[in-house]
C-alpha cells in the first residue's frame, strides 16, 4: 500500500544530455519521470535538459523542462473494475502516438478543453483508445495532461478514460521497435531503458497499469483493435478480460504465447490488435456482426488501430473507426456523440456529419 501524498518526500533533479551531462551536445528536453524509492517515502523526479536545479520538497511538481504545466499527483488508487458507464456526451479519439500539438488542437477547437488546456467539457466523457506511445515526440506531455484532466473531469462530474492500445502493451513488455530516438537517449540518460521509464516503481507506469482495455459507455463498445467472434468462446466478462491484461502487463512475449488465453488476447484476433473489420484477412460478414452486437449487448464497436483519413462508419453503423491519422502530427478527426447523434469534429473546430465506409 502506497503512503499519502501529504507524507511523501520528494527529491527533485534535472540532468543535462549528454556523455557527460555536458551542456554543448543537448539531445532533447523531456520530463519529468517520477519514480518510488524502495521504501515508498520518496520520488524522485527527473528531467532531461540543460540546467541542473535542486529544488525543496514540494507535492506540486514545478515545470522545468518537457511538459510545461504544474503536476499535482495524487494517491495511486486501486484498480476500479467497472467497465459500463453513461454519458450524456462523448467525445472519442485514438493513435496520438505522440503527438500533443495535434491532441490539444483537436481537444481545444471542439471545446473539450479551454485555451489554458484545462476541462471544459463538463459531464461528458473523454475516450482515448490507445496507442499515446510510440513514433511521435511528446509522449511524456500527452501522459502527463492526460493524467491531470482525469482529476479535473472528475471534479466537473465527467471522465477521461484513458485504454490500453498494442503499444502501451508492446512497450511494457519491452518491444521498443516504434519508440522514438528522442526516448531511446532519454532512458539512456537515465541508466534504463524506454521501459523502465514506465516500470511498477513510477507514477506513470503504476497509472497506466490501471487502465482497460475494454470499456462500455452507454451502448457503444469501445476497444483498440476489435473483437473477433472468437472471443466468445473465452467465456470472460469484459471486466475479466481486463483483469488478464492487467495481470500480465510486462510480461515477455514468448511467455505470453505459452498460455491459450493470453495467446488470443494479445493475438492477432484479440481486441489489441484485430482488424478484420477492414481488412480481408479475418474479416467478417455484417450477419456475423450483427450477431456478436447481440450477443455482447451493444449497438456499436468503436475502435483505433486502423489509419484511415478521418472518422468512418462502417457496416450500416454497427463499427466506428477513429483512427484519423493523428500520428502524422498534420491533422485529424474526433467522434462526437450527444443526443444519439454522431459526429465527427475537425481540427478547425467543425461538426460534420460521418462519412460511411463499407
Not at 495481470?247 to 493475438?267: E, H, I, T, V
Amino acid at each position: 500500500m502506497l503512503q499519502p501524498l501529504t507524507n511523501t518526500f520528494i527529491a527533485l533533479s534535472v540532468l543535462i544530455l549528454s556523455g557527460l551531462f555536458s551542456s554543448h551536445q543537448v539531445i532533447a528536453d523531456d520530463g519529468p519521470y517520477v519514480f518510488y524509492s524502495d521504501n515508498k517515502q520518496q520520488l524522485k523526479v527527473q528531467w532531461v535538459c540543460t540546467v541542473e536545479k535542486i529544488q525543496p520538497i514540494n507535492q506540486v511538481i514545478k515545470p522545468v523542462c518537457g511538459y510545461s504545466r504544474d503536476i499535482t499527483l495524487r494517491q495511486h488508487k486501486a484498480v476500479d473494475p467497472k467497465v459500463q458507464f453513461t454519458a450524456d456526451s462523448l467525445a472519442v479519439l485514438s493513435d496520438i502516438h505522440g503527438q500533443y500539438g495535434v491532441m490539444t488542437t483537436l481537444l481545444q477547437a471542439n471545446a473539450i478543453v479551454d485555451a489554458d488546456f484545462n476541462w471544459s467539457f463538463g459531464s461528458g466523457h473523454l475516450v482515448v483508445v490507445g496507442d499515446v506511445m510510440d513514433r511521435g515526440p511528446q509522449v511524456t506531455e500527452i501522459f502527463w495532461w492526460l493524467y491531470q484532466l482525469e482529476q479535473q473531469a472528475e471534479a466537473a462530474g465527467g471522465k477521461v478514460h484513458m485504454l490500453l492500445g498494442n503499444h502501451e502493451t508492446m512497450v511494457l513488455y519491452n518491444d521498443l521497435r516504434y519508440v522514438n530516438e528522442k526516448y531511446t537517449k532519454v532512458a539512456e540518460q537515465l541508466g534504463t531503458d524506454y521501459t523502465g521509464l514506465y516500470a511498477e516503481n513510477t507514477i506513470l507506469g503504476q497509472w497506466l497499469r490501471t487502465k482497460p482495455v475494454l470499456l462500455q459507455v452507454n451502448d457503444m463498445l469501445f476497444m483498440h483493435g476489435g473483437m473477433h467472434p472468437d472471443y466468445l468462446a473465452l467465456g470472460l466478462s469484459l471486466a475479466e478480460v481486463n483483469e488478464q491484461f492487467r495481470q500480465s502487463l510486462g510480461m515477455a512475449k514468448d511467455a505470453l504465447k505459452q498460455q491459450p488465453m493470453l495467446n488470443f488476447l494479445y493475438g492477432s484476433l484479440g481486441p489489441l490488435w484485430y482488424r478484420g473489420y477492414f481488412r480481408e484477412e479475418n474479416s467478417l460478414t455484417e450477419t456475423e456482426l450483427t450477431q456478436l452486437l447481440a450477443r455482447l449487448n451493444v449497438s456499436k464497436i468503436v475502435v483505433g488501430h486502423t489509419s484511415m483519413d478521418g472518422v468512418f462508419s462502417h457496416y450500416g453503423g454497427k463499427v466506428i473507426s477513429v483512427d484519423s491519422n493523428i500520428k502524422r502530427g498534420k491533422a485529424g478527426e474526433i467522434l462526437l456523440w450527444q443526443k444519439g447523434e454522431l459526429r465527427r469534429g475537425t481540427i478547425l473546430g467543425e461538426k460534420l456529419p460521418m462519412r460511411t465506409l463499407q
